[in-house]
């Protein structure tokens, strides 16, 4: 539709879209403690205010924006940034609808001249509870399709919703532990070489790829992984094997 088109990228959006960004910070005048730091896009020149000073976010009731509320917290040498009060829109321009009740979480992480954005979008029911143009979510289309408790349209759109939900993630689940149970995924994508950074390995796939340490097995490295031992012990290629140091 042609009002769609015009549409600000939201801050799920905007660092992966079509443009650079800038990153300034505010700075206190006293205690020199950065306040926030501060990121515009060079398309459309969206500015976004990451806050550090611990407050808290606003009422579910405060007004939305196309950036939301951010604030950030150091983890380590990661910048972690939780934002609430989105506008609803795409996780892609053209791709999955994205309610206004998301969280997105986001993670900074600078490897020398190279910055790492880690993008955690946290949708609640995002898919169910969009609202089309006629002004019903899909979960309330879907209740009535189904004719769940017709006398009682809401008590039927949440039980659709909390079906749907329970069922994806036992799906989802149960097929991450079929993989790992029957070990049926053995290839490895062999990640960037940062040796400042443990390598997440919980099968040992990566290690008998050739790939440096040091390895983390994670905290669900048992039962849960089809492992009830933990991690085993793996010896590394000869050869350096295909994520080894000498690899092209």
């Avoid at 009682?152 to 329970?166: G, I, K, S, W, Y």
């Avoid at 040796?195 to 340490?213: I, L, S, W």
Wanted: proline share 8%.
């Amino acid at each position: 539709m042609p009002e769609r088109q015009c549409e600000p990228h939201p801050a799920d959006y905007g660092p992966r879209g079509p443009a650079a960004l800038r990153i300034g910070s505010t700075v206190d005048a006293i205690s020199q403690d950065v306040i926030s730091w501060d990121i515009t896009l060079m398309w459309m020149l969206p500015h976004r205010t990451i806050y550090m000073d611990g407050r808290p976010h606003p009422s579910s009731n405060a007004q939305h924006s196309w950036q939301g509320f951010s604030t950030g917290v150091w983890e380590g040498d990661m910048l972690k940034v939780t934002t609430t009060h989105l506008k609803e829109g795409w996780v892609r321009r053209n791709g999955l609808p994205r309610s206004d009740k998301a969280t997105l979480v986001e993670y900074f992480i600078r490897n020398e001249n190279y910055l790492t954005l880690v993008t955690v979008v946290m949708v609640p029911a995002g898919v169910l509870c969009h609202r089309d143009d006629t002004g019903h979510t899909q979960a309330e289309k879907l209740a009535r399709r189904l004719r769940w408790f017709p006398t009682r349209p809401a008590l039927a759109t949440f039980v659709v919703m909390a079906v749907t939900l329970n069922l994806a993630y036992f799906v989802y689940g149960a097929g991450f532990a079929t993989i790992r149970a029957a070990k049926l995924a053995t290839a490895v994508a062999c990640p960037w070489p940062f040796p400042e950074a443990k390598v997440y390995d919980p099968n040992g796939f990566y290690e008998r790829e050739g790939q440096r340490g040091p390895y983390f097995e994670g905290h669900w490295n048992g039962w849960m992984s089809g492992q009830p031992s933990g991690r085993p012990d793996v010896t590394p290629p000869a050869d350096g094997g295909r994520c080894g140091a000498n690899r092209g």
